[in-house]
């Protein structure tokens, strides 16, 4: 049988998907499943995959004619995890909310030989999120009620993100991983998909990864690293107050697809300084 997973979204949604390959070739183990993916970065991540037989980008043309079962991918809901609601819709009946992304072995021996000198000073070793600034507001509680949604959040302000990692810095061997504030993701082409694989490797080879809600975080959580973000981004879009969607409890976020064992979710409400002090009481020194 051949089944076409038509993914839409953003690089997480597209990393949520590949539970559903996996699921699909424990059920059915002689199907060949394809892949549509929306955005470039992970291509080579999903081609890496043994679930998957082939990989179509986002300007590929695709005969879904040829297939005996085409399957587009909803936007996520968060009433379950998306690796669940995908599978659910689907049709699969073994539901199994984790995901893991591949990365080449040489792919990791390179990294973890670049990597030598950091890990030789004995520091924990920290990946930090490039546009960090992006994913964050700044707001106290009572701001977040009163929901006078000024330019850029109900704060009116962003967190000042050079202070927290210069905070970090003191403890831990930070590495910036992605790209800056400013580059949007349905704007780079394939040649980023390389970029992207070896940022799994860098991350698959880090203590733990920071920053905020984002395709980088979960990819983080899909090479088996640490994760902890701020939550007031989710907060800001999808909590009580929410500017996007009103949700008693959001569920985005490592600790809510995989648990808290590994995964952190930080009060939204945290001053910056507050922010460092939590992450550092979190990862110990």
Known sequence: ???????????????????VARQLKRER??????????????????????????VFLPNEDVEESMYDEVYTLPACTQQDPPTIQFQKHCGL????????????????????????PYKSQGKKIVAWQGNWEEKSFGFTEEEYEIGDNKD???????????SIVEGLSQHYNMIMVGFPVGVRQHEVGLLTSGVFTHTAAILSQCDYMVGG???????????????????D?????????????????????PEFYFGGGKHKSLNPYLSDKDVVKEIIKEIGV
């Open 152 to 162: 850029p959040g109900y704060g009116g302000r962003r967190r000042d993100i050079n």
């Open 233 to 253: 981004y989710v907060h800001q879009l999808y909590g009580w107050n929410g500017v996007i969607r009103k949700l008693k409890e959001p569920k985005l976020g």
């Open 213 to 231: 809600e984002s395709g980088l975080i979960n990819l983080a959580a899909g090479v088996g690293t640490k994760t902890i973000i701020t939550g």
């Open 93 to 116: 009946k073994n539901l199994d909310p984790s995901y893991e992304i591949r990365v080449t072995p040489s792919s990791i021996e390179a990294v973890a030989d670049m990597m030598k």
């Open 1 to 19: 049988m051949n089944i076409l997973i038509k993914v839409t979204g953003f690089i997480g949604d597209t990393l949520f998907s590949t539970s």
């Open 29 to 54: 183990r002689d199907s060949l499943i394809d892949y549509k993916i929306p955005v470039h970065q992970p291509y080579e991540l999903l081609e890496l995959d043994n679930n998957i037989n082939r």
